[in-house]
């Protein structure tokens, strides 16, 4: 359908229809468009799922290493413990030694 307005110079018509291989392209372009979103976010999925699963075992072996660590701390403090009882012990027996050797003999 063709229009024609006053203003316009003699001989120009100006069409308002949609050529149709315009149209078939924009509706093609859309489906193609709408195939690619989904196959990139079915890409993406799949990543986050993998770098969820890397997560999950890094946070895993980090919490062994976390307990191996409380083992360890724990264990240096007995040691500790048992390094302070023995001296302590060294120093009672020291002062029992002083004090014999500086009793006045009879």
Known sequence: MAHTR???PVGLKVSREIPLPWLIGIVAAG??????VYYKQDAQAEAIAKL????????????????KDLEHDIRIADLQTRMTDVQSRLTAAELSVQGIKRQPKD
């Open 52 to 67: 969820t699963r890397e997560v999950q075992a890094l946070n895993t072996a980090l919490g062994g290493k976390d307990l």
């Open 31 to 36: 489906f193609l468009q709408a195939a690619l």
């Open 6 to 8: 006053h203003e316009d």
